[in-house]
């Protein structure tokens, strides 16, 4: 008999009634793939929503396969996370800010990383408070603690001493004489 599978040649079992189409388990294996991958890729529709009803059928085996997954990749994964930080600062920034001012509810439409470039090119890329270069962190003039909203119109660009001494004050309360550096005057 000839395996519809590989081709092979193989003895037919004596005896035996029905006799098999394919010569090993490995071919049957291989046909049942077949004739999987042609189903769905016949019906792509039924097979997404198949594989969405297996994964809320098993939810711990989703989990516990990401696991694994993770704990076999660990490391590659760390180090891309920390490449592609440092390739998108000031996205991976404006994300962080944008998840702080939705844990504080705070109103306002947000500050996308081209809001923020665009900040820190009007300030010259100095800190609003004490106009030192070097990297800047986004201060929220009235904070979000105290209803400041996430807005381009409440941040200033601000260095870390600056900011972190600041802390969650309004800017008035920490530094009563300060006036906004313009454009020009840094």
């Known amino acids: 008999m000839i395996c519809d599978v590989c081709g ?39 097979n997404r929503e198949r594989a969405r009803e297996w994964g809320r059928r098993n939810k711990d085996r989703v989990s516990s396969r990401g696991a694994d997954w993770y704990a076999r990749n660990r490391d590659a994964v760390l180090l891309q996370c920390a490449e ?6 000031d996205a991976v920034r404006a994300r962080n800010q944008a998840r702080r001012a939705i844990l504080a509810a705070a109103p306002g439409r947000g500050l996308s990383a081209e809001n923020w ?4 090119t009007a300030y010259q890329n100095r800190c609003a408070y004490c106009g030192t270069g070097g990297q800047l962190t986004v201060d929220h003039v009235i904070p979000l603690v105290a209803g400041g909203e996430h807005d ?17 004050k309004c800017v008035t309360d920490w530094r009563p004489d300060w006036a906004p550096l313009s454009q020009g005057s840094v």
């Open 152 to 168: 381009p119109l409440n941040v200033v660009p601000a260095c870390l001493a600056c900011n972190c001494s600041k802390g969650s």
């Open 8 to 46: 092979a040649d193989f003895p037919r079992r004596p005896g035996a009634g029905r006799q098999p189409k394919r010569c090993s388990n490995k071919c049957r294996s291989e046909n049942s793939r077949r004739k999987a991958r042609a189903w769905a890729e016949a019906n792509p529709d039924r």
């Open 84 to 89: 592609y930080k440092r390739a998108n600062a």
């Open 117 to 120: 470039r665009v900040i820190k």
